[in-house]
């Protein structure tokens, strides 16, 4: 299959896996815009599983109940936050079509999303579709402070448990490089993302056997070690859980 080019106006499902396997992603130019168009950078940004940064401060707000954290329970509301225009993000690329058809995939198991929570208002999250061993995050958001970096952190987590080998950051960024997360060219790319899928990077394409990691392994792990009455959903066993499995401070 030939990687897929320039503006379309339609989008499926099972398009979108394809191009992911090719290490392509859709955009779009704007919120209310009616197509997309596909994007295959030159250079990569990955967030290597063993590398994530954790600062004292961050590992301090993780750990305590400062905030709820939680896994695809609320996906279709962590997209649309992440649509949503803010403070100095007047338009977002994530327009209806796209929303549309990550949601049909979180429908077939194929796209998640961190959830966190003050109380009962939704304050950060990111979502991002899961294919053999690699993750492709797409987008997260923060309406509080160090919200984004500790949705990061807890997907960091999850996918170590989880048996990932790749993170997809797609763009760098200050707040992503603060993180741990490096730049790699295309070439290189293309190899870490081989390797996540299987024998080559159309092993998922060709039908060739894959291994797939587990984003639920994480909450399997969490309901072995707690008692029955405690939230393993949430709540301070999950903030402590998140810090050691992420190590070190900096």
């Given amino acids: ?25 859709p955009m779009s130019d704007a919120r209310d815009d009616d197509g997309i168009y596909w994007v295959e950078p030159k250079i990569r940004a990955v967030l290597p599983l063993d ?3 954790l600062s004292r401060r961050l590992r301090r707000t993780i750990a305590s109940d400062r905030f709820r954290i939680t896994a695809d329970t609320a996906f279709e509301r962590v997209i649309a936050l992440c649509a949503e225009a803010a403070d100095g993000r007047p338009d977002t690329w994530i327009n209806g079509m796209i929303e549309g058809v990550f949601v049909a ?36 958001v923060s309406r509080a402070r160090d919200a984004s970096k500790v949705a990061l952190a807890a997907l960091v987590a ?19 490089e603060s993180l741990g997360a490096i730049e790699v060219p295309r070439a290189g790319y293309n190899v870490l993302l081989g390797a996540a899928l299987g024998a080559s990077a159309g092993g998922l394409l060709d039908g060739a056997p894959s291994v797939d990691g587990d984003f639920r392994a994480f909450d399997v792990l969490l309901a072995g070690e707690v008692p029955e009455d405690t939230d393993t959903v949430s709540g301070p066993a999950v903030g402590k859980r998140i810090v050691q499995l992420l190590g070190q401070t900096s």
């Fill in 158 to 176: 999850r996918l170590k448990v989880g048996g990932f080998a790749l993170l997809d950051c797609q763009f760098q960024t200050p707040h992503l």
């Fill in 105 to 140: 995939l979180h429908h077939r198991g194929f796209t998640h999303s961190v959830e966190v929570w003050d109380g009962d208002a939704l304050v950060g999250g990111l979502y991002g579709l899961a294919l053999g061993r690699a993750f492709f995050g797409e987008s997260m």
């Fill in 51 to 53: 590398g994530f940064h």
């Fill in 1 to 25: 299959m030939s990687r897929p080019t320039g503006p379309v106006e339609t989008i499926d499902p099972d398009l979108l896996l394809r191009a992911c396997a090719m290490g392509v992603f």
